[in-house]
Nanobody, 126 residues
């Protein structure tokens, strides 16, 4: 079992920045691919970014590429999502998740992830 707790969400003006954190407890955090997803009101949950546990390779959705940065600190069992140049369309609940062992890379589908946090709200005002 892995428990994930997101934090760092909030209200920010367009063009601003936020850093989300996802603290993990339970099984070996450093062995998992970690991902961030988001879900806006009335929309399906969508992939945002992922980071591998080997080599720390990263992958981003086109909509956030160049603005968001995913990183991890295995010593702290924490994954981060730095979000710059935020836009109103980035407004959503953001979730972190652990990848299923053996999933293909890059893991962009929800069914490639097994454990999920409760989410943190990000609201970007125009």
């Amino acid at each position: 079992q892995v428990q994930l707790v997101e934090s760092g969400g909030g209200l920010v003006q367009a063009g601003g920045s936020l850093r989300l954190s996802c603290a993990a407890s339970g099984r070996a955090f450093s062995s998992y691919t970690m991902g961030w997803f988001r879900q806006a009101p009335g929309k399906e949950r969508e992939f945002v970014a992922a980071i591998r546990w080997v080599g720390y390779s990263t992958y981003y959705a086109d909509s956030v590429k160049g603005r968001f940065t995913i990183s991890r600190d295995n010593a702290k069992n924490t994954v981060y999502l730095r979000m710059n140049s935020l836009k109103p369309e980035d407004t959503a609940v953001y979730y972190c998740a652990t990848g299923r062992p053996g999933s293909n890379w890059p893991s962009v589908h929800q069914n490639s992830y097994s454990y999920w946090g409760q989410g943190t709200q990000v609201t970007v005002s125009s």
